[in-house]
């Protein structure tokens, strides 16, 4: 780790199976092992999934700041994830490719990339490695032997499942209450033998169709295609080893997938995979979380009404990671305006300025405490209002910049405009955003009265002479 950090800025992260905050140190020394559970690209992304990768940029960018190297992993789902966590249902890949009328195949690599261009839109680093689970079949099978090896698995009519009794620790992670959930169950099990059992191959129906065959390889139990957990625990330990620093994923895998992969691991190995479990909660619209199957707004959905994607980033950043977030237009539109004044009054600011130390150790320590990035934005601001000199403000917002990813050098109009003409096509933006378009025409006419003249374009807008 970087010797020059101030020491009361030691990065400090919450684990969720330890539920605390917790000194990080890496397992090596200046290097972290991450490990990120990716899409399942049955379909486009929604901005809800998009949030939980940029706080893993977030957290990734930190540590980088700390003087770590990061060596990051990230799969792709595009087999063995069924549409019930209760290993029911057809692959999520299969319905998608049904839908759409084409392969399996064709699906996966189309939503990839449109996931991972809407990952650049949003300034997200790429990851170290991106590992597909349909490249690591043979990788997948020999972990599911060495479990058969250890006992902890059965067959039933429809495949191969983990005995999750055989494990006494089994939903830590989720603090699950085996035994309630057991005495409450209301659904068939089929053959499987308890409810929180699941599914590690599972075998091709023989009435598959000719999309469904696509997706499936030979095994020692037979024909199929893998379960959803396996291939996380396969993969991580393919790429990280037996144990690594940092696990990361939504919410919404704490109470199967995750439990499922400590499971795996656990079974295999006799100790969980990572020393630090992270999870990023729900974006909300209207109190419901935001999913592909519901409700979703996607990030193209944005920019074909004017909004820069950054804009979105800056939204995101005003919440805390560990936090629900109520998602409004009104408030993306408000971040699209605070992002325009910063970068306004950074492009008028000469350069050649110095960080300044007591406000870069600030910054630090709020980052380093589980990556606090809405008291980070409000220092920012604080230090456009400080009596630093321009250059040094600059500077100093910069080096903030490293960790938050914005753009902030972005030149979005000329420093030669006047500050008060500035402020007058600020206050017609936000009458745009409030809708109080009678404001908005009278804030025009008043600036064209000034011998300017304002555009308004995706990006935002740009103000010219006359």
């Not at 971040?335 to 009054?345: F, G, I, N, T």
């Not at 990813?405 to 745009?432: C, D, F, T, W, Y």
């Amino acid at each position: 780790m970087n010797n020059n950090q101030d020491s009361t800025a030691h990065l400090q992260l919450f684990d969720t199976y330890r539920r605390g905050l917790f000194p990080f140190t890496s397992l090596l020394e200046d290097v972290v092992s991450l490990y990120v559970c990716g899409p399942t690209v049955y379909d486009y992304a929604h901005i809800g999934n998009l949030r939980n990768y940029l706080f893993v940029d977030i957290l990734r960018r930190v540590l980088e700041a700390n003087g770590y190297r990061v060596k990051h992993v990230m799969n792709i789902t595009d087999v063995g994830h069924l549409t019930s966590d209760a290993d029911s249902g057809e692959d999520k890949m299969l319905k998608g490719a049904r839908m759409r009328q084409r392969s399996a195949w064709d699906i996966a690599k189309y939503f990839e990339a449109a996931f991972l261009k809407n990952m650049q839109q949003l300034q997200i680093l790429s990851p170290t490695v991106l590992c597909r689970a349909t490249e690591h079949i043979d990788e997948q099978i020999e972990y599911i032997q060495a479990l058969e090896i250890k006992g902890f698995t059965y067959q039933t009519a429809d495949g191969i499942y983990f005995d999750t009794r055989k494990l006494h620790s089994y939903g830590y992670l989720a603090r699950l209450d085996i035994e309630g959930l057991q005495a409450g169950k209301r659904v068939d099990l089929g053959g499987k033998r308890h409810l929180t059992d699941f599914a590690l191959w599972k075998f091709s129906p023989d009435n598959s169709t000719e999309v469904e065959r696509q997706m499936q390889w030979s095994s020692p139990w037979g024909v199929g295609f893998p379960g959803w957990h396996i291939e996380c625990s396969a993969m991580s330990e393919r790429y990280l080893g037996k144990k690594f620093d940092i696990h990361v994923g939504g919410e919404d895998h704490i109470n199967v997938h995750h439990s499922n992969e400590i499971a795996q691991c656990e079974g295999r190995h006799g100790q969980q995979p990572a020393t630090f479990w992270m999870h990023g909660r729900f974006l909300q619209m209207a109190g419901e979380k935001l999913s592909k199957s519901g409700s979703s707004i996607r990030l193209d959905d944005l920019i074909s009404e004017g909004v820069e994607p950054l804009a979105l980033r800056y939204l995101f950043l005003t919440s805390h990671y560990r936090s629900h977030m109520q998602f409004s237009v009104k408030a993306l539109h408000s971040s699209a305006l605070a992002l325009k004044r910063l970068r306004v009054m950074l492009a008028s600011w000469p350069d050649h300025g110095s960080v300044d130390p007591v406000l870069k150790n600030s910054f630090n320590r709020l980052v380093n405490r589980d990556l606090n990035t809405p008291q980070a934005l409000a220092l920012l601001w604080k230090v456009t209002k400080s009596e630093l000199c321009e250059p040094n403000k600059k500077a100093t917002i910069l080096y903030f910049d490293k960790v938050l990813g914005l753009s902030l050098k972005m030149n979005p109009v000329s420093a030669a405009v006047p500050q008060h003409i500035l402020q007058l096509a600020e206050l017609r933006q936000q009458a745009r955003v409030d809708k109080n378009w009678r404001r908005s025409d009278v804030l025009r006419e008043q600036l064209l009265g000034l011998g300017y003249q304002i555009i308004d374009s995706a990006e935002g807008f740009k103000i010219s002479r006359k």
